[in-house]
């Protein structure tokens, strides 16, 4: 175990981990991540339609949202605990602010304006959560009780509730993934998973009527997307158009005609993962498939080793989440589920959703960064 | 404190397991979701993606058509027809333009907008992609153009765009003959192949437009160009060249078209000239005409209108659609059958009292000469038109006989000539009347078909082609309308081969020889009904004058109804055919003159003028009005053959020395009382015109009007027939 922590100082390699572990900087994290950054640059300049502009402004977000990972990495874990209730309760104020004075924007309210910042409280919220579930779990016993499951699914409701109805059913999906993953790991007992996929199912009709109308054409573009290609379904037929006319090697970065000709819709946001389809292929679509895995294993391993309930469950549910993200943003993109309003996380151009994730991996790189042994 | 601490220790080690557990089975789950992910892209970009790269290239490639330009048409003599001519629409992009209603209500003053031109730009433009301009007026006049240009700032998105368009030289001289090219309508988009026609607005809608289409158009050549989502073109990929459409040499003579559209003058009808030595069309007339260029640029509702209900019925090609009986030009045909079914012989004799009956029956048999001819031969039953010896002939013949015969000629059937909508016609038989009559033969019916009346249907064209196939001695071309095709790139010319059409059955030269004797008769002996119009020819003339009766008159009716007192649509009509020179023919032409009289007096001049301009390259012959009255000439004439008298000749001061081009100047009498009984043939008003009728009814032509079953037919008066009558 004390192998473990204590890397031996024999090779230069070493050397370098043991150097920038002091930084708190978990090198295997930031490689993969800037891999990623990287890559998205590069779809992004092509979809795009070869803007220096745009790519430059992304980068920037980037490196502040490296800037913000690598400043949180700093912080340890048992502040990120401490300061979590404040957090959370922060982020359901915002919200509740959101509702009452927010900006319209695309026909929902998201956006909060606070003079020298518009931001979108949900983003804080994607956070807050998980740290929330995972503070209200750390130091009870697990797998929770009753009681404490009740508690959890009240701090996942209310602030899910407040964003679902900004409308933001994307984002509600995610906040309350992480949430649910906090608790699932927590060892919530498989008869409440199995009783609440029941009681999904059993709601879901009841939801159907409850969707907004746009929400409910995406379901149905998503059940049959060629049924009116020029309207709702218009974005599914094109980017799968796109991916499928990519085929193995792609039409080479900069050739993607889907993209540059506009024929696909948000090329250079939520669906710039048709782009990357479309102009490297198969092969740097599994390229990407396989960074990413490889941050979520790395996520899941920084949780496997960590101290307690809290740093545990919380590096847990953000790298699950982050997975959700990739997965939803592609399945939705390919065809495989509804549009719903997902970016690709660091690949798709925008500013929020990137620092966000960033500062969820600070977070991470703080757990991976100041363990101690156990029995000091 | 310490089971405690160990009870701690022992709970974290549970939870740390418990936590590790969850954390592999999510693991698990999220492997199985990106196997799920790397399966559907699998599906897509291994397994479909031929389909989806095909739906990409579907996306971004655009055709852009390049029209071709359309052929010219010239005539044999390389006379432009109908060409293209530049033209200039103004065009709004709907892209460019703020506030579309407004422009519209701005513009419509300057540029003279009708509501017209704006439904139907509203109409367009429904069609049409927002970047792409549409037509709001086609056809500006230079001084539209103008007009514009000096206000265009003040129209942003507006513009001039030149194009091709089509106009027509002789206009409403050869109308219906070239026809005329116009907007594709619905319809026949539907059926015409759309790849052939990519950027192409107009196309050929009646005449040699219409029927020379596929030559005409030529290929279409296209741009395939790369445009984005918005159809925006942004780079071109490839061009496929077209063709330009043919151009056409007719076998028209722009210049006998002239003069036999001149040579009708007012009347309304019909002229066609054929070569007999190739089936070349030299002239086709159908008078009155219509001027065409209006249908090119879209005509307008009024005017069409306008045409569709003026009574001359301009719109209809009487060459090849008009069908009439033939009346007494069919004769010669008649004779060619009695000829060759040695049913006649040029010997044969018949006695004319003035009146014909069948055997055993009281039914009268009227030839237009009520007094008789007296004994004829067919020489000079066939000069003067004797109806009694061809209703003799007729009955020896019989129906089926006739029917074969003259079938050869080409009777009954459309003559299959390059331009649309021809008819039929139809020859009488006896099968036709049990299909479409339901009923039986009648014997004196048959009477009634040897002297090309009764059920006969027969178009100017027809009898044209008929009339080459006697001159040819039964040989001949199909009638056709184009010479030669040039290629406009390379010049190079390809002539069209004449199709010979299959020779008669067993036919004998010399029984054409026999007819064409006759009738050069008709034209070059005293007494022959056109004798007038043949006698200073310096060619020989092979002719038959007719006088195609439309209303019947009743059996006892014995006055013939004056040309006056009928109302114009019921007066007959004059038809003349014949061909030039005899020995070598080199035009065979038929008139038709539509409720005009007689075709010695009407018809034929109109073909004499003709055939001296293919034959002689100027007219020598003119018409003069004809006087009212006697003069010493008719009675020389009337003298010198049989004591028959035309009654023409009888009218006239017949010789006309001074030779000169002038459309004829026709006059039928005014005064019907004092002309008519002339002192020849003692022909009494009484018997002067009477008809046959046959027991079964008769059917008069498609202008007659309807008929009780009893009425009798007033025979068809040739023009030998004296004359003008009584009130």
Partial sequence: ?376 | MVLDSFDALKDLYEEKRSFTRRIVMATLLCLLMVCLLIARLGDLQLLQHEYFSTRADDNRMRVVAMPPVRGLIYDRNGTLLAQNRPSFDLEVTRDQVDNLDALLATLAPVMNLTPGDLARFKDRARKTPRYRGVALKTNLTPAEVAAFEINRFAFKGVDIQAGLSRTYPLGAEASHLIGYVGGISEAEFSKLDERQYQGINLIGKLGIEKSHEEELRGTPGARIVEANAAGRPLRELEQRPGAPGRNLYLTLDAKLQQVAEAALGDLDGAVAAIDPQTGEVLALVSKPGFDPEPFVGGISNRQYRELLNDPGRPLYNRALQGTYPPGSTIKPFMSFAGLAFDEAGMDTHAFCSGTYYLPNTTRKYRCHKRSGHGTVDMRSAMARSCDVFFYQLAQGLGIDRINKALGNFGFGRATGIDIPHERNGLLPSREWKTRARKETWFPGETLNIGIGQGYWQVTPLQMAQATARLAMRGGGFEPHMVHAYEDPITGTVTGVTPTPLPPFDGERPKDFESVISTMESVMHEPGGTAYRVGRDAPYRIAGKTGTAQVAGLSQTEDDVPTLDSTPKHLRDHAWFMAFAPIDKPRIAIAVLAEHAGHGGSVAAPVARQVMDQYLLGKVIYATVTLPATLDAASGEDSTEFDGYVAPEERTTSTPVAAPRVAPPMITIPAQAPGAPKPAAAGDSPADAVEAPNPEAGFVAPAVAPPRTGDAGERAPPDDEHPEPPAP
Avoid at chain 1, 45 to 74: C, D, H, K, P
Avoid at chain 1, 176 to 187: D, Q, T, V
Wanted: some cysteine.
């Fill in chain 1, 1 to 376: 175990m004390s192998s473990a922590l204590t890397p031996t100082p024999h090779t230069p390699s070493a050397t370098w981990s043991e150097r920038l572990l002091k930084l708190h900087i978990d090198v295997w994290l930031v490689g993969l991540l800037a891999a990623v950054g990287c890559m998205g640059l590069a779809v992004l300049y092509s979809a795009s339609g070869g803007s220096a502009n745009e790519v430059f402004a992304q980068f920037q977000r980037l490196v502040l949202g490296f800037v913000v990972m690598i400043t949180l990495a700093q912080v340890p874990p048992d502040y990120y605990r401490a300061g979590a209730p404040w957090f959370y309760g922060a982020a359901c104020v915002l919200l509740v602010l959101v509702l009452v004075l927010g900006d319209h924007a695309k026909g929902a309210q998201r956006w909060l304006d606070l003079g020298v910042l518009r931001f979108q409280p949900s983003e804080m919220m994607k956070l807050a959560m998980p740290m929330m579930v995972a503070a209200w779990l750390h130091g009870r016993p697990l797998p929770p009780g009753w009681r404490d499951v009740l508690m959890t699914l009240a701090l996942i409701g209310l602030p899910s509730s407040l964003v679902v109805v900004q409308p933001d059913l994307g984002t509600c999906l995610l906040i309350m993934a992480a949430g649910g993953f906090a608790l699932y790991l927590g060892g919530l007992s498989w008869r409440w998973i199995v009783g609440a996929a029941a009681a999904i199912a059993a709601a879901a009709p009841l939801l159907w009527y409850r969707l907004h109308d746009y929400q409910r054409n995406r379901v149905l573009t998503f059940l049959d997307p060629e049924s009116d290609p020029l309207g709702t379904g218009y974005h599914i037929t094109q980017s799968k158009i796109a991916i499928g006319s990519g085929g193995a090697f792609g039409k080479g970065l900069l050739n993607g005609t889907q993209a540059k000709l506009d024929f696909l819709p948000e090329a250079h946001t939520d669906f710039i993962f048709a782009v990357l389809a479309e102009e490297l292929g198969m092969i740097g679509v599994l390229a990407l498939l396989c960074l990413y895995v490889a941050i979520v294993g790395r996520g899941l391993f920084i949780a496997m080793r960590g101290h307690d309930s809290f740093q545990r469950l919380l590096a847990g549910a953000l790298s699950l989440t982050f997975f959700i993200y990739v997965f939803i943003n592609m399945g939705m993109v390919m065809g495989l589920m509804p549009v719903v309003g997902v970016p690709l996380p660091l690949f798709s151009y925008g500013g929020t959703s990137a620092v966000t994730l960033l500062a969820g991996f600070g977070m991470l790189m703080s757990i991976h960064t100041h363990r101690k042994l156990l029995t000091s």
